[in-house]
């Protein structure tokens, strides 16, 4: 531990995960950040997922609280905030890491419904969340917002809805790093490639009805450095972005990703 983030306060939205035998980008980044000496406010939409998060940091010592949201909602998204404000006395840091895909299709039979509930849960939820907590971070004069898109927002094909979202993400976090410098807020986005993560593998290898031992090993080839990434390389990201370290970085969208932006580009 470095105290990268000591004395900080740091709100992560989606610090549960899906069952598995890896780690998932949001608990990764809260156990970073946690050791890296920030106090966590665990966000999930299943209250027991974001618990299990906070029982491992407090085993090592780090001091995290769990709480369940829905983000799908205004009102869940601003009671999030407002319950990290109150419990932690500011807000120094938020991560919006929330993406779901269920139903996706390609444009020409995408449905309505489906469309509706992708984009309000990834991208409407992260723009909610960042209003309630700019208005936090205005008033001290400093703070970092980081949301967790995807290189599907640059190189997508037949899920059009969460391309689109993961896009839009992009977008959103240009426009509040612009509009919020004056006050001391950082904004920035991560993209990450193909992870080995549980919502990954574990969903996508059901829906394909691979095996997980298979659908690794066709993922890792698609990517330059010869696998994929975990929970752990989106995390190391967020630590330099979300730290002073970055005090010069905003409105930044990194690719973690094995080079898999380079191959596309190419």
């Given at each position: 531990m470095t105290n990268r983030l000591d004395g900080k306060c740091a709100i992560i939205v989606g610090a549960g995960q899906t069952p598995g035998a890896t780690i998932g980008n949001g608990r990764a980044m809260a156990v970073l950040f946690a050791r890296e000496g920030a106090e966590v406010m665990c966000v999930d939409a299943h209250l027991d997922r974001a618990q299990e998060t906070v029982a491992g940091i407090e085993a090592e010592g780090g001091?995290?609280?769990?709480?369940?949201?829905?983000?799908?909602?205004v009102a869940g998204c601003e009671a999030l905030v407002a319950e990290g404000k109150a419990r932690m006395g500011r807000i120094d840091v938020l991560v919006n890491n929330v993406g779901i895909g269920a139903g996706d299709a390609p444009p020409h039979v995408i449905s309505e419904a489906v469309w509706d509930r992708i984009m309000t849960v990834n991208l409407k939820s992260a723009v909610m969340t960042t209003k309630a907590a700019l208005n936090v971070m205005r008033e001290q004069g400093s703070g970092v917002i980081l949301s967790i898109s995807s290189l599907a927002a640059w190189a997508g094909h037949d899920k059009i809805a969460y391309e689109v979202s993961k896009a839009g993400m992009i977008r959103h976090i240009q426009a509040v790093a612009i509009g919020n410098a004056k006050y001391g807020?950082?904004?920035?986005?991560?993209?990450?490639?193909l992870m080995d993560t549980p919502m990954a593998i574990v969903g996508i290898s059901a829906a394909k009805g691979m095996t997980q031992e298979d659908l690794r090993a066709l993922r890792n080839a698609k990517v330059p450095l010869g696998q994929m990434g975990?929970?752990?390389d989106t995390a190391y990201a967020a630590l330099f972005l979300?730290?002073?370290?970055?005090?010069?970085?905003?409105?930044?969208?990194?690719?973690?990703?094995g080079g898999a932006a380079c191959k596309v580009a190419g």
């Open positions: 001091r995290a609280f769990a709480f369940e949201a829905d983000v799908s909602t807020i950082r904004a920035n986005v991560i993209l990450p490639g975990t929970g752990w979300c730290s002073d370290e970055a005090k010069f970085v905003t409105g930044v969208a990194l690719p973690v990703d």
